[in-house]
């Protein structure tokens, strides 16, 4: 049984930093792409970054760019979501997930929640004004 398990959470002023870690357990973590996604209240769960398994290739929704940086250890069997230059609108619950797709398809699905299998339970991120 797969389990992923977030960290790092919590309440930050805007134009603080923040750093999520995701920890992997139950498979071959060095073979799976993942995404970090979040929800805030009232909206649907969004896409915010994810990283291929060789670790090389990254990508980011608009909103984060520059700001969000996904990386992985292999070794740890984590990845984490550094988050820099917080703002209000980053408040959400931010969740880990495995992706279920072909890596040869990776670049062209990663942003969809239905590419992906197992789930952490979320941790909450909330950035005051």
């Known amino acids: 049984q797969v389990q992923l398990v977030e960290s790092g959470g919590g309440l930050v002023q805007a134009g603080g930093s923040l750093r999520l870690s995701c920890a992997a357990s139950g498979r071959t973590f060095s073979s799976d792409s993942m995404g970090w996604f979040r929800q805030a209240p009232g909206k649907e769960r969004e896409f915010v970054a994810a990283?291929?398994?060789?670790?090389?290739?990254?990508y980011y929704t608009d909103s984060v760019k520059g700001r969000f940086t996904i990386s992985r250890d292999n070794a740890k069997s984590t990845v984490f979501l550094q988050m820099n230059s917080l703002k209000p609108e980053d408040t959400a619950v931010y969740y880990c997930?495995?992706?279920?797709?072909?890596?040869?398809?990776?670049?062209?699905?990663?942003?969809?929640?239905?590419?992906?299998?197992?789930w952490g339970q979320g941790t909450q991120v909330t950035v005051s004004s």
């Open positions: 997930a495995t992706y279920i797709g072909s890596p040869r398809y990776f670049r062209s699905s990663y942003s969809y929640t239905e590419n992906y299998d197992y």
């Open positions: 990283i291929h398994w060789i670790g090389t290739n990254t």
